[in-house]
């Protein structure tokens, strides 16, 4: 697959709409709890800036309805303290407003457009041509001469702002578009034993994932944890108690576990479930063993236990290539924090480690973790990468 990179890109005096992905963590004040993804693409920005571009910034932060699904002012005010050049916010996307922002930058200036999502038609999938008909894309290409993704973290997505523009504008590889594609394009080729650590809370994206490096035989081992590990265990028939159940419910994870059952019925020898769980009780961290389940009424799941984080070390320790996506558990709490800590401790000796997703690399920030061997700046597409599925947002830009 060839993909034009910034090196083919004549920037001088051009007008670049450049998605990047700077979803990340917020306070519940707003504020951005962790700036790894700002400035993760730094080095795309300041480059084009740098090199006489005006930059019309793409980007979205959470889904609608969520918590985190707000505006990019704090993104833009902590980009214009990264890059060395002026970066600026426009409280719209395409409208006049946002179209007037674009066409009143200069040489060597940037401006952050408002959340994608905040447009209907951005929260859907689209085949490429549709994309490249929304009014997001239709109103902002006449402002543009080209596009640039480096948004690597949300190239599974097919959403307007991530495959329309190529269709209808030369379309290149941000510099971290282009180092993930790199580095995770031959999963094929390391080591085995190959063991995934599938945690955290994306718990669809986490089954699919789990589904395909099973069937394509590219996983000797899914170690299951967080949320998703919780989901399996009710697959499973364990009863982890009325608080965890609900919050899969709330999230709408309740309809993955027949996915979960099906995949525990085909590939039970190399899916690993939690065998204890870590609850709050009495203002402490208290561990239960499977057969001790359930919890009492007011306690939730928060971290795996000592028996899962032992077995699930043992099976770290032999791996030729460890693939890291999603904490064990809160690992935002100290009292939940170990069984995150002490899986990524284990995966950071392996031969070969990549770290995948936000909440993961937080964690390997927060931990002080080092010796990776790649930290990705992307989560599900991470994963789904590393399946061998293809990547709208790729195959978009090699169009
Ligand atoms: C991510 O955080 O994984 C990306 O920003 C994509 O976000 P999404 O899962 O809400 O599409």
Request: charged share 25%; aromatic share 8%; net charge negative.
């Amino acid at each position: 697959m060839s993909i034009q990179t910034l090196d083919d890109l004549a920037v001088q005096g051009t007008t670049l709409g450049v998605r990047i992905d700077i979803n990340s963590p917020l306070t519940e004040s707003g504020d951005l709890a962790d700036d790894a993804r700002l400035r993760a693409h730094v080095d795309t920005v300041s480059e084009l800036l740098e090199r006489g571009g005006k930059v019309a910034v793409l980007a979205h932060q959470g889904r609608p309805g969520g918590d985190d699904f707000s505006g990019l002012s704090p993104h833009a005010e902590r980009l214009d303290e990264l890059v060395p050049f002026p970066v600026s916010h426009c409280d719209a996307t395409f409208s006049e407003d946002a179209r007037t922002a674009v066409g009143n930058l200069h040489d060597g200036e940037a401006v952050v457009l408002e959340n994608t999502r905040f447009y209907s038609e951005e929260y859907m999938e689209f085949p490429a041509e549709k994309a490249a008909q929304t009014h997001l894309v239709d109103r902002l290409v006449p402002k543009l001469d080209a596009y640039v993704n480096d948004a690597f973290a949300a190239a599974h997505r097919s959403q307007p702002s991530l495959i329309g523009f190529p269709t209808r504008l030369p379309g290149y590889a941000g510099r971290v578009m282009e180092r993930e594609l790199d580095v995770l394009g031959d999963i094929k080729g390391t080591p085995r034993p190959r063991v995934y650590v599938v945690g955290g809370a994306k718990v669809s994206d986490s089954i699919a994932v789990a589904e395909n490096v099973l069937e394509r035989d590219l996983a000797d081992y899914v170690l299951t944890a967080g949320v998703v590990g919780n989901v399996f265990l009710f697959a499973d028939g364990a009863d982890l108690g009325d608080v965890s159940a609900d919050f899969i419910h709330e999230q709408g994870y309740w309809d993955y576990i027949d996915d979960a059952v099906n995949l525990l019925e085909t590939y039970r020898d190399r899916i690993h479930l939690p065998k204890d769980a870590a609850v709050e009780r009495d203002g402490k961290r208290a561990e239960l063993t499977r057969d001790e389940f359930p919890p009492e009424e007011d306690e939730a799941a928060m971290d795996i236990g000592s028996a899962t984080i032992n077995a699930y070390s043992e099976i770290l320790r032999d791996a030729g290539t460890v693939i890291l996506n999603g904490p064990a558990g809160v690992f935002e709490d100290d009292a939940f924090a170990k069984g995150t800590r002490e899986l990524y401790t284990e995966a950071a000796n392996a031969e070969y480690s990549i770290v995948g997703g936000g909440d993961t690399a937080a964690a390997i920030r927060k931990f002080d973790l080092g010796g990776f061997d790649h930290v990705s700046t992307g989560g599900g597409a991470c994963l789904r990468m590393l399946t061998g599925e293809p990547l709208p947002a790729v195959e978009a830009l090699s169009r």
